[in-house]
């Protein structure tokens, strides 16, 4: 794993330190159900985007968010279309924040993802969404633990995967939603082949088991282009975050991708 990945982690177990413990919880009710809108979203021959508000990478700023902006950001969003938002809540490397993610939640209508290095229990108590990045090669062995735990709280949980191995992980859970993160945890590089690679896996999976995975490709995700081959091969959904944050108008850029097959 990549030094930086690993500060990280440490970062966010020193975070960690801080958070209460709940002897009780509250379960989580979805503002609407986002597989339905995905389904919906591609049988209007439009694409199902999980638009990010992501104010920086950790190799790139992008732009300093307040919640107040967050907010409008996820109304924008939303408007153009949008099935659902994610928000990053990584406070050191991300520059994100729990203030942003609970702004957006109010702000709109469709579902939240919260973002982060879930790593602790109480993480998921203190989350104030729909659903719930969980990172494979985080979790490793607990990764079961932390899907059934988010799913006993009404939160959906999107497991991150970035190999054939990771996968294996991903697939003896309860989870419907598959992540393929085009991110290499050990380089840092992107390289969309990593979905082409893993998304075929998880159909012949299904098709043997008779189940219905959810395949959504992350990081790297730019234009149409990437879209349309990554549909191809029985992509879902995309989770896109730097393309959009990095444009001039973040309504008509989120339109643009919602609206590629069109084009």
């Known amino acids: 794993m990549h030094i930086l990945i690993e500060d990280i982690i440490s970062s966010t177990k020193k975070r960690n330190r801080t958070l209460v413990k709940h002897d009780s919880y509250q379960t989580k009710k979805n503002k609407t159900q986002i597989s339905n809108s995905i389904y919906d979203k591609k049988l209007e021959n439009r694409v199902p ?3 990010e508000v992501k104010p920086s990478s950790p190799k790139e700023k992008l732009r300093s ?4 902006e ?10 153009a279309g949008a099935v659902a938002i994610s928000v990053l809540t990584e406070p050191d490397y991300f520059k994100g924040s729990k203030e942003n993610l609970f702004a957006v939640s109010k702000a709109v209508s469709i579902p939240i993802l919260r973002k982060d290095f879930i790593l602790d229990i109480r993480q998921i108590d203190e989350t104030s969404a729909e659903m719930i990045l969980l990172i494979t090669s985080i979790l490793k062995q607990n990764l079961e633990t932390f899907v059934n735990e988010a799913l006993l709280r009404g939160i959906e949980p999107l497991v991150e995967v970035q190999s054939p ?27 969309l082949n990593n979905t082409e690679k893993i998304a075929p896996l998880i159909k012949e999976y299904d ?12 990081s790297g995700i730019r234009d ?10 029985g992509v879902d959904a995309f989770l896109i975050g730097t393309s959009i944050m ?18």
């Open 224 to 233: 149409t282009t990437d879209i349309q081959k990554l549909m191809s091969i």
């Open 70 to 79: 967050a907010s409008v950001i996820g109304k924008d969003m939303e408007r």
């Open 207 to 218: 098709k043997k088991n008779k189940t219905n995975h959810i395949i959504i490709s992350e």
């Open 165 to 191: 191995d990771e996968l294996k992980l991903a697939l003896n859970t309860k989870a419907t939603f598959i992540g393929i993160n085009n991110r290499n945890f050990s380089t840092l590089e992107v390289d």
């Open 65 to 68: 968010i307040s919640p107040n």
């Open 246 to 263: 990095k444009s001039v108008d973040i309504y008509e850029k989120t339109k643009e991708l919602v609206d590629c097959l069109h084009s």
């Open 49 to 51: 985007i999980i638009a």
